[in-house]
């Protein structure tokens, strides 16, 4: 019931494509949805979050959906670049609750 | 001026020693956190404090023992230290507990011999 499942496990598309990651989860308690970029030796940054209360967000080129029924969120990348290749993560929590991550996407943009 | 600085970066040591691993945050921020990621990239929170006060512990061996002297930091000490250790420890911190976004420091590399 904690888990945060995260598809797919890695990866690759050409300069300006659209590259789509899911996630699916069970708890419906969790109710703060954000998504995390890590770059090699780096911490995760936080690229954007979504609560359940909104269907969709925008932030630049980064575009989060959710799915409440479905109970699934995805992070869609307009126009990628190579410098967006990175491993990205999805989350989630419960209010006062920990942080559960999904298994991380590995990202490769072409030039 | 790191928001979250952690130390040492690398950290290579013999099994059964005992090591000690600094956060700091410079944030404002009144909770923070230590993480494992494991050598497939597994993040999984092991400690969390709010206001110096214990409110996550997650399923961890007791040879992991944190201590937060004040707001701005965290530190990590691990007795005894075993080949399953070997991973990358993050640090991070957040305004709140739970469902705020949270400051990762750059984590930090953990290798035993």
């Known amino acids: 019931q904690q888990q945060v499942k995260q598809s797919p496990q890695s990866l690759i598309v050409q300069k300006g494509g659209i590259p789509i990651i899911n996630c699916a989860y069970e708890n419906t308690a969790f109710d703060y949805f954000p998504w995390y970029q890590q770059f090699p030796g780096k911490g995760p940054a936080l690229l954007i979050a979504i609560r359940p209360d909104v269907s969709e967000k925008k932030e630049g080129r980064f575009t989060i959906s959710f799915n409440k029924s479905a109970k699934q969120f995805s992070l869609h990348i307009m126009d990628s670049q190579p410098g967006d290749s990175a491993t990205y993560f999805c989350a989630a929590s419960s209010q006062g609750g920990k942080l559960i991550f999904g298994q991380g996407t590995e990202l490769s943009v072409k030039p | 001026d790191t928001a979250v600085s952690q130390t040492p970066k690398y950290l290579v040591t013999q099994m059964g020693n005992d090591k000690s691993i600094k956060c700091e945050q410079n944030l404002g921020h009144d909770t923070m956190y230590w993480y494992k990621q494991d050598s497939k990239k597994f993040l999984k929170i092991m400690f969390s404090?709010?206001?110096?006060?214990?409110?996550i512990n997650e399923t961890v061996p007791n040879r992991f023992s944190p201590k937060s002297p004040d707001k701005a930091h965290l530190n990590l000490h691990i007795n005894s230290l075993e080949l399953g250790d070997s991973a990358v420890y993050f640090c991070?911190?957040?305004?709140?507990?739970?469902?705020?976004?949270?400051?990762f420091g750059d984590g930090t590399r953990l290798s035993i011999l």
């Open positions: 991070a911190s957040s305004l709140g507990a739970g469902g705020q976004p949270q400051h």
């Open positions: 404090y709010n206001n110096k006060e214990l409110i």
